[in-house]
Nanobody, 116 residues
Framework: QVQLVESGGGLVQAGGSLRLSCAAS????????MGWYRQAPGKQRDLIAR???????NYADSVKGRFTISRDNAKNTVYLQMNSLKPEDTAAYYC??????????WGQGTQVTVSS
């Protein structure tokens, strides 16, 4: 059974930084690409960063140069370092596989709020 648990969100001023973590249970973590997604109020959930099992990364234009995704396969954990945060980064942040293997794997997410 796969479970994804996000943490590390909070309230931060514009220009600040946060580091999100996603702890995964289950044996399939290290074999699959992982992604960070975010959903702002009234908007769809979008992929913003992904990392392959070997560590190759890809970013949405909106976060490129400011966010860094990484993973520790020994700890079954994926991270998102977020720097130079902007008010438009305010959203609920989720991790999941990429592509999505099951809608049942979505966790509770972690809220990030950036004040101006």
């Amino acid at each position: 059974q796969v479970q994804l648990v996000e943490s590390g969100g909070g309230l931060v001023q514009a220009g600040g930084s946060l580091r999100l973590s996603c702890a995964a249970s289950g044996s399939i973590f290290s074999l699959n690409t992982m992604g960070w997604y975010r959903q702002a109020p009234g908007k769809q959930r979008d992929l913003i960063a992904r990392v392959t099992s070997g560590g190759s990364t890809n970013y949405a234009d909106s976060v490129k140069g400011r966010f860094t995704i990484s993973r520790d396969n020994a700890k079954n954990t994926v991270y998102l370092q977020m720097n130079s945060l902007k008010p438009e980064d305010t959203a609920a942040y989720y991790c999941n596989f990429f592509p999505i293997l099951s809608e049942n794997y979505w966790g509770q997410g972690t809220q990030v709020t950036v004040s101006s």
